[in-house]
């Protein structure tokens, strides 16, 4: 994740909670990086970015990334990142480049105005991903293709040197309600950068504030469907499901068996409760965490140690592989 605003439910949901998951289903190794090399590709405040850098640790740490499991680092602070994505940079044709959507649609109509670092922002996460020979990735839809670009580069680098020394990594798929929408707009992925907070649920809202939200959320004057079809067409009512969904890890199947034939005025109380129960121990230990930095820092300089001595040899072993004198 990087560190930019505050994380909201969408990233708990769509990401975390599914990482947790992985950690704890008995994953060989998980590393977590907080990727700050890469929010640096768009306009950010430089004054906040160490100290988003230490919440977004404290997230995952309250979200359940354990420290005795899994590794949590610092991008910057693993300098085989930067120095891979220069050695794949130039294996990676422009033209996949081109063809990258999400490009599109952060440089907008302004893309000759847009930097480098943008541009090639996939082949840093290439680098992200190969640099610790990753096997298995949990990505979101909207993170696929640029994946699928790390293959590439695995199977070029592996064909060019005539090697078979990167794994092609797997997607992960996210459980339910892996997109998660904006509350006032459920056909706009909910977003740390929306104007209005009223859109989102942040990691660092109250109970009180997570209750205001939901009621104000967006929905239609009908009941709710007795089965998923009943769902199409109503983007709101479907996000609100999906969350419900992903918070009680059931399907949507199994909330509308529960709930279907019923307003929304019976509904939206059980999701503010079971809201409320799963986020508020996330929001508390975030809290308790931020008021001791120091604490942070110690573990994230522990586990970015652990992550470069992990990285490094792999880098060292590409550049024997590419011919450099060493």
Known sequence: MQPTNQLHLGNYLGALKNWVNLQNQGADMCLYGVVDLHAI??????????????????????GGIDLNKSTLF??????????????????????????????????GK?????????????????????????????????????????????????????????????????????????????????SKSAES???RINLTDDADLIAKK?????????????????????AEASN????????SDQSKADVLKEFGGKQFSEFKPALIELSVEKLAPITTEMSKLLDDPAQIDKALKEGSE????????????????????K
């Open 240 to 247: 609100l499901v999906g969350i419900y969904a992903s918070l």
């Open 74 to 107: 610092v991008q910057s602070a693993v300098p085989a990142h930067s120095k891979l994505n220069w050695l794949f940079a130039t294996m990676t044709q422009m033209g996949k480049l081109d063809r990258m959507t999400q490009f599109k649609d952060k440089a």
């Open 306 to 325: 652990k992550a470069s001595s992990i990285a490094e040899p792999v880098y060292q072993e590409v550049l024997d592989i590419m011919g450099f004198w």
């Open 197 to 199: 907070d009223m859109t």
């Open 214 to 234: 939901i009621k104000k959320a967006k929905t239609d004057p009908e009941a709710l469907p007795e089965n998923e079809d009943g769902l199409e067409g109503r």
């Open 110 to 190: 302004n893309t000759e105005r847009a930097g480098l670092g943008l541009y090639a922002y996939p082949v840093l996460m290439a680098a992200d991903i190969l640099v610790y020979k990753a096997t298995h990735v949990p990505v979101g839809d909207d993170q696929r293709q640029h994946l699928e670009l790390a293959r590439e580069i695995a199977s070029t680098f592996n064909h060019r040197y005539d090697v078979d020394f990167f794994p092609l990594p797997e997607t992960i798929s996210a459980g339910p309600a892996t997109r998660v929408m904006s509350l006032r707009d459920g056909t706009q992925k909910m």
């Open 41 to 62: 590709t768009v306009s950010y405040d430089r004054d906040a970015l160490a100290q988003s850098t230490r919440e977004i640790a404290a997230a995952y740490i309250a």
